[in-house]
C-alpha cells in the first residue's frame, strides 16, 4: 500500500534524480571523450599506455581480463576475444549442434536454375498429381488373373441380415436440478 507523500518529500526525491541524471550526464560525456581520443591513437600506443600485450601474441593460458576494462576500446577488446576463443579448445570447437551456426545467406551456395515442385501454399501438389496420373497410366484396368479364369467374384464377409439383440438396459432417469443448500459453519464452544 503506497502512502501518500507530502510536498517536500516529493521534491526532495525529485532533486535526487535531477543529481543522479546530472552524474550519468557527466559520466558519459568523459566516456564519451576519452573513447574518442582513444580512436585518434594507433593500437600500439593504446597497448603500451594501458601496459596490455598484443592480442594477437596471446597463447593459451594468458590472462585476457585486461582487454574487458572499460578503457580499453571495443576493436582491441574484440581482437583478444577472437584470439581467446581460437586458443581455447572448447570454444574453439563447436559440437555442430548450434542451430544457427551456418551462414544460409550465402549467394555463392545456391545452384544457379534450380527448379522446384514447391508451390507455395499447395506444397509439392502438382508434382504429386503427375505422379498419380503415371501410375494410373501404367496401372491395367484389368488384371491378368481376370482375364485368364473371367472376372473374381468376392462374397461378401458380412452378412446380409444381422439382426440386434437389445440388451435391457435402463436409461437414466432425467435428474432434476439439483443444488445442494449452501453449507455454513457452525463454531460451538464448551463451557
Known amino acids: 500500500m503506497s502512502q501518500v507523500r ?30 574518442a581520443e582513444l580512436e585518434e591513437k594507433s593500437d600500439a600506443e593504446i597497448l603500451a599506455e594501458l601496459n596490455l600485450p598484443d592480442p594477437n601474441q ?32 572448447v570454444l574453439a ?3 555442430g549442434l548450434v542451430d544457427y551456426g551456418e551462414d544460409y545467406t550465402d549467394a555463392a551456395c545456391v545452384i544457379e536454375n534450380i527448379q522446384t515442385a514447391y508451390q507455395v501454399g499447395k506444397g509439392m501438389l502438382a508434382h504429386v498429381e503427375a505422379l498419380a496420373a503415371e501410375a494410373e497410366k501404367d496401372e491395367p484396368d484389368v488384371s491378368i488373373e481376370e482375364l485368364q479364369h473371367g472376372p473374381i467374384l468376392v462374397e461378401d ?35
Not at 526532495?12 to 560525456?29: C, D, F, H, S, W
Open 93 to 95: 570447437n563447436v559440437d
Open 157 to 191: 464377409p458380412i452378412p446380409k441380415a444381422v439382426t440386434l439383440v437389445e440388451s435391457e438396459v435402463e436409461e437414466p432417469e432425467e435428474e432434476a436440478d439439483f443444488h445442494p443448500a449452501p453449507r455454513r459453519m457452525k463454531i460451538e464452544f464448551e463451557g
Open 6 to 35: 507530502d510536498f517536500w518529500s516529493r521534491r526532495k526525491a525529485a532533486v535526487q534524480k535531477e543529481a543522479q541524471a546530472e552524474q550519468t550526464a557527466i559520466e558519459t560525456q568523459a566516456f564519451a571523450s576519452q573513447q
Open 58 to 89: 596471446l597463447q593459451c593460458g594468458d590472462d585476457v581480463s585486461g582487454f574487458m576494462a572499460k578503457a580499453v576500446p571495443d576493436r582491441l577488446r574484440r581482437r583478444a576475444l577472437r584470439r581467446l576463443w581460437r586458443l581455447n579448445p
